[in-house]
């Protein structure tokens, strides 16, 4: 009956390549992984989505603490503020943290719907328009009021919607900057803009770590569990924030983990315990990551809503296997299939994440500039291998390339508004133009 | 010695290139998060047994139209989807770079399909979808066009509202923020049928006791359906046609299964290939508004 349940290891492995680079999202390794996926059953693919898109999470925030590099766009924080961490030698704390935050943030979430199961069914209700447009309106405000230089992070915006900007909208067809070349009609990849504007600067920066000082910790597990304790408020509030953040259609984690992150971090340069590479910061985002990519599954299990394009695969997949999800959705189906699937994979992510953190100090073993110069070598790759998902290799590289003058112009700024507002900008144009319809 | 190992080489190598399978890039032209992708998907994993086949992502019909350009101009061949209302588009004057009509040199398949008018379970009633000042929901420019048409007809004015794909039109039915709205295909409201109530279809025979818009309006669009097209670039489509045949004949293909899933769609893969292009043309020619 249980049998469903060895998806897992497919999807936590898939999770962690996925995780790992940039650019390849669940969805492209999904695409990669059709033919495997096709022999699946109907639970045993939606076991295995639930372990990939879990995973990825964790994962991400490893890669993102270690190299610098996110492999989700959720993970963002965790290249300002985890990967300072560990340049600083606190990088297990940064993983650790990260790791028991999206445990302890999946159990809560799990907690908090199982309680509520009865009003699911009326979940299409967050999905109003005039919600949606709101939300986004908000968090790229609070992105830029809670910024240490309030006219940059604004100006920073604006550059980021105008990047956004650039391609042919779906919705109205209307088409800006593409200047009649078809791989610019498809927008600027997100990956290089990335990897150019954001991963780039944090590379460039100056460091030099200790190479000698580089030893494990004793009385490891006692000691970050009770850091973690310690601080425990972060992670509660990046699970709420997560929460409902993860509602907002395509873009989910991304915003739920950088809304709980700006919070966080204002509210810890408010009462002034913010400097970068800050715990709190870091642990609010991870939580609030994987508390989000719960709820943005919600839609699709209960009434067959997909949110993000993996989820679009999944149902599509699932129709091509005769079963339609969100039909028939009963809270046994949820506690049976999505709870325990979900819980077992968080587990086992906890449980590799966790005692990675106590080795992953070794690797500070290896001198700076080999470092940096494999930590570019690997954004090169990223942004490489994801233009190849879309027969534009050429075209990624093109756009890298061109953005890095931009990235080390701004080396020394937070780009994280510009970055946020390029990836919210096509869902905030999408809700405004329907909310103009509906004002008139 | 070295004859046999020369021969030995020369027979895997015939063996090899015997078995080698000619190469077919597989292209969804839509968004990664369609209904089109999930027909290619589907469509990739099937033909499998007859080409080596490399699956593309083209987001969009401009840059799928550069993508096909590049595939055909390497010597390669590529099977894709194109939707219909694009084509409706390139002749109505718009996207000049999204205009794939079909031939007898590049036709594969086309599938038809209904648009469809609905409301939430509790909302408005067939008899007053003409009322005027009314919020209709819609998603796409031709669908506009048809809307304003209809309601000229009629001597009515709505409140039009434009949605990014069918699903946001039916959250926005969902949470009442339309009083109806128009969809491009049944197969959305299916899915939520519990929670929707069909008003009317645009298919002239009614469709799953829904009945047809051609039994309140005069309207000359009131039983216009749309083609979605199949079509292949740089190689010879009858071969293709007759593999996709036998995959759309087999109930057991992934393809065949999807179809059956989705409900709302008829093949015209049993038409002769002149007939076939031009079922698809007439149900294209519907949203073509400045025929000339």
């Known amino acids: ?440 | 010695m070295k004859k046999t190992i020369i021969i030995a080489i020369g027979l895997i190598f015939l063996s090899l290139t015997a078995n080698a399978k000619e190469k077919l890039y597989v292209l969804n032209s839509e968004s990664t998060g369609g209904s089109f992708n999930a027909q290619m998907t589907a469509y990739a994993e099937d033909l499998k047994q007859y080409y080596d086949v490399e699956y593309i992502q083209g987001r969009g019909c401009n840059k799928a139209s550069a993508v096909i350009k590049n595939v055909v101009d390497k010597g390669e061949q590529v099977f894709y989807i194109w939707d219909g209302l694009r084509i409706a588009d390139y002749l109505n004057g718009l996207n000049p770079l999204c205009g794939k009509l079909p031939n007898k040199n590049n036709f594969v398949n086309s599938v038809l399909k209904y648009g469809l008018f609905v409301t939430d379970s509790n909302g408005i009633k067939k008899e007053d979808i003409f009322k005027p000042g009314l919020k209709v929901g819609y998603n796409s420019n031709t669908n506009k066009t048809y809307l304003e048409a209809l309601a000229k007809l009629h001597g009515v004015e709505w409140q039009l509202v434009q949605y990014e794909h069918s699903k946001s039109v039916i959250l926005g039915v969902l949470n009442q923020e339309v009083e109806w709205a128009m969809i491009n295909s049944a197969s959305s409201y299916f899915q939520q049928s519990a929670r929707l109530k069909a008003l009317y279809t645009l298919n002239p025979k009614g469709e799953s006791n829904i009945p047809p818009l051609a039994i309140v309006s005069k309207f000359s669009g009131a039983d216009a359906g749309v083609a979605d097209l199949f079509l292949l670039e740089g190689g010879d489509n009858l071969k293709l046609r007759k593999h996709v045949s036998e995959i759309l004949s087999n109930p057991k293909s992934k393809t065949s299964i999807w179809y059956n899933t989705a409900n709302v769609y008829t093949q015209t893969i049993d038409l002769n290939l002149t007939n076939g292009v031009e079922r698809s043309m007439k149900e294209i020619s519907h949203w073509v508004y400045n025929k000339k």
């Open chain 1, 1 to 440: 009956m249980l049998d469903h349940l060895w998806y897992i290891v497919p999807g936590i492995l898939t999770g962690c390549i996925a995780g790992f680079m940039p650019g390849i999202g669940i969805f492209a390794s999904m695409m990669m992984l059709v033919p495997f996926l096709h022999t699946l059953e109907p639970m045993e693919l939606l076991t295995f989505y639930i372990a990939l898109a879990s995973t990825t999470q964790y994962i991400g925030s490893i890669t993102a603490t270690v190299f610098g590099l996110p492999g989700e766009t959720s993970s963002l924080p965790a290249v300002k503020e985890g990967h300072e961490m560990y340049r600083s030698g606190s990088g297990s704390y940064a993983i650790s943290g990260a790791a028991i935050g999206s445990f302890v943030g999946s159990i809560l979430v799990v907690a908090f719907v199982s309680f509520f199961i009865q009003f699911l069914d009326d979940i299409y209700k967050i999905y109003n328009t005039k919600v949606m447009a709101i939300t986004l309106i908000i968090v790229s405000v609070l992105i830029c009021m809670t910024a240490e230089n309030r006219l940059i992070a604004v100006s920073l915006s604006i550059v980021g919607y105008l990047l956004g900007l650039v391609g042919c909208r779906h919705i109205d067809d209307f088409c800006f900057a593409t200047f009649n070349n078809d791989n610019l009609t498809t927008g600027l990849p997100l990956v290089s803009v990335i990897c150019a504007i954001y991963v780039f600067p944090q590379l460039i920066k100056k460091f030099n770590w200790d190479n000698e000082v580089v030893k494990l910790e004793n009385s490891f597990t006692v000691r970050h569990l009770k850091k973690y304790v310690k601080n425990i408020g972060a992670g509660l509030r990046g699970t709420v924030i997560g929460f409902f953040a993860g509602f907002t259609p395509g873009i989910s984690t991304a915003v739920s983990s950088n809304l709980a992150y700006i919070i966080e971090k204002w509210w810890q340069t408010k009462i002034k315990k913010y400097k970068i590479g800050n715990y709190q910061s870091l642990v609010s985002a991870e939580t609030a990551n994987n508390a989000g990519a719960f709820s943005c599954l919600l839609p699709l299990v209960v009434f067959g809503l997909p949110l993000v394009p993996s989820e679009a695969l999944l149902f599509e997949m699932l129709m091509s296997k005769g079963t339609v999800l969100g039909q028939n959705f009963t809270p046994s189906f949820f506690f049976n299939n999505l709870v325990f699937a979900l819980l077992l994979t968080n587990l086992i992510a906890l449980l590799i994440a966790w005692p990675l953190a106590k080795h992953i100090c070794y690797l500070q073993k290896i001198p700076t500039t080999y470092f940096k110069i494999f930590v570019f070598a690997l954004l090169l790759f990223s942004v490489f291998i994801n233009g190849q998902n879309y027969f534009q290799e050429t075209y990624n590289l093109a756009v890298f390339f061109l953005l890095l003058p931009v990235g080390y112009m701004l080396r020394n700024i937070d780009t994280l508004p510009l970055i946020f507002v390029f990836i919210i900008q096509s869902r905030l144009d999408v809700a405004l133009i329907t909310l103009k319809g509906l004002l008139w």
